[in-house]
């Protein structure tokens, strides 16, 4: 398993532990703004560990009004949302190293 699979599993566990399984966010998982906090500190600690340069996601993350408020909902909501976007950049990442397959066009 590449360190960017791992990277990925370990994304979608954090998704998942704050989210529903329909992706909406799951405020029963996190009770307090200690513990919102602690998944952002978590997601980024994710994020420096990877393969990947995600310095722009981090200093938009930083930059995020949302992921500072004093609302545990919108905090939990951004990072869902950043969460999505970081799988999305490894999901890329991963087919662009598997390679692309030329198809000719029929050429009867």
Do not use: W
Request: glycine share 6%; aromatic share 4%.
């Amino acid at each position: 398993m590449t360190s960017l699979s791992l990277l990925r599993r370990q994304l979608l566990a954090l998704f998942k532990s704050i989210a529903t399984p329909e992706g909406t966010l799951d405020l029963v998982a996190v009770p307090t703004l200690k513990s919102a906090a602690a998944r952002k500190g978590e997601f980024c600690a994710l994020l420096d560990s990877g393969g990947l340069d995600f310095t722009d996601l981090k200093a938009r993350l930083n930059n995020d009004p949302d992921i500072d408020s004093l609302s545990r909902q919108k905090r939990v909501a951004a990072l869902i949302d950043y969460a999505r976007v970081a799988i999305g950049f490894i999901d890329r990442e991963l087919s662009a190293r598997r390679g692309h397959v030329i198809v000719s066009a029929n050429d009867d």
